[in-house]
């Protein structure tokens, strides 16, 4: 039996940038089945009782967290650029990304949004930005259309739902099974947790 | 020149315990020359407006901070039980590091520490408990009597505040000069930086 690992991700969060770059790689790798589920942080934090990104709310951390960031991508060979928003309003990408699922499409526009939005350093909130974004990556705008699709917005509460059930506090996480592993920094050990499950 | 990482640890902080099991060992194949800097994390959550741990505040993380602590701990080889208070009060643990630190006794006096706290579930916050940590390890009581000296007590508020001037907010920290690297998922980032910058 193939093992699966879920990589739960948000838009606005930059170490989600870090794993989408390299998590489908991985999983390839370790014989890992991967799902990608995009989801909302806000109705998660609002939950914990934050009414803003950590990083805004602690300052200290904030700072060390762009520091951080810089050092990981410069060691990895990724680039990296802060938009002029933090976080962004990622609704209607996280919509675009789930209405890609649809078409198998998902891994190729997760990436197009974050490559725009950290890789560049442009917000990708508004319809016009997000269409600059797939286009630079040579992606079809329908996605765009099918964003407000009621299918596709129940399926993005659905997984903000279920990334709160099954205990995922922030972004990423992975899970394998019941099992939650948090942040970038937990992927190859959620990958080994995988395939030894297996 | 020997370039130098500064370990930045809390008694209460679990993840400094991992740390503080490898961070000697690493810092020496790296030819990189350690500094043990124990503090105190309560003054550095209260400026950033914590009032108690985060793990406790935010109970979703508290759990998965003992999950994820028991994973690695397995995955290490290393022992790990909960203690019977979280967080312990270490203002004296604390102080008994700095004590040893005179003689060159840092490294074995924290981990005795750390290991009555976390590889056997004991509180380590009152003179008594402190001396079986001491005597379980064959090592002198007199840092608890010197624990009360002025100097001591006056080398771990500079710690403290050192820590935060430098820009360190949670623990362990690992600071290579000016740059600070969180967590004990950054100690081998900290010594590759300390390698390069030696």
Do not use: E, K, L
């Given at each position: 039996m193939t093992q699966k690992l879920t990589f739960w991700y948000e838009f606005a969060s930059t170490y989600s940038y870090l794993s989408a770059f390299r998590v489908a790689d991985m999983a390839r790798a370790a014989g890992v089945e991967l799902i990608w589920r995009p989801f909302l942080l806000g109705p998660v934090f609002a939950a914990q009782g934050?009414?803003?990104s950590p990083f805004n709310t602690y300052p200290v951390k904030g700072a060390y967290m762009w520091r951080d960031m810089a050092r990981i991508c410069a060691e990895r060979g990724l680039p990296f650029q802060r938009p002029p928003?933090?976080?962004?309003?990622?609704l209607l990408a996280a919509r675009v990304a789930v209405a890609a699922q649809a078409e198998g499409q998902i891994e190729a526009v997760t990436r197009a949004l974050y490559r725009a939005e950290f890789?560049?350093?442009?917000?990708?909130?508004t319809p016009e930005e997000i269409a600059a974004a797939l286009e630079a990556d040579q992606l079809p705008l329908h996605y765009l259309e099918r964003a407000g699709m009621p299918e596709v917005k129940a399926t993005l509460k659905e997984n903000t739902q279920a990334a709160m059930e099954i205990?995922?506090?922030?972004?990423p996480s992975f899970t394998v099974g019941d099992e939650v592993f948090w942040g970038d920094d937990r992927l190859e050990q959620a990958l080994r947790f995988a395939a030894e499950d297996a």
């Open positions: 934050y009414s803003d928003v933090f976080p962004q309003n990622t890789a560049r350093g442009q917000n990708i909130m205990g995922v506090f922030g972004a």
